[in-house]
């Protein structure tokens, strides 16, 4: 009987070329132990890489409430605030 917490795997299919490029890569790098654990530690550094990479997108249209100096309340976005105070913005 298997139980819940076991680890479930499924067989990815890769080109020979890539397989022996990813040896040869080993050969020379000796912290790898083998084709899967490379492929492992490749698949999650990109998709870290992706997950911030889109955290940098979606953090671009953010926007701010600026008091203006008539005494009003503005939104703003980083870039429109940048280009009112000629880049010179202070960070609390």
Do not use: C
Request: glycine share 4%.
């Amino acid at each position: 009987m298997k139980q819940e917490s076991e680890v479930k795997y499924q067989g990815l299919s890769l080109p020979v070329t890539l397989i022996n490029e990813i040896k040869n890569h080993i050969k020379k790098h000796l912290e790898y132990k083998g084709v899967t654990e490379f492929v492992r530690e490749a698949i999650r550094d990109k998709m870290k890489k992706e997950t911030s990479n889109q955290r940098k997108k979606s953090s671009s249209g953010v926007q701010i409430a600026v008091a203006t100096s008539d005494g009003k309340i503005k939104l703003m976005s980083l870039d429109e605030i940048k280009r009112e105070v000629d880049d010179e913005i202070i960070y609390l």
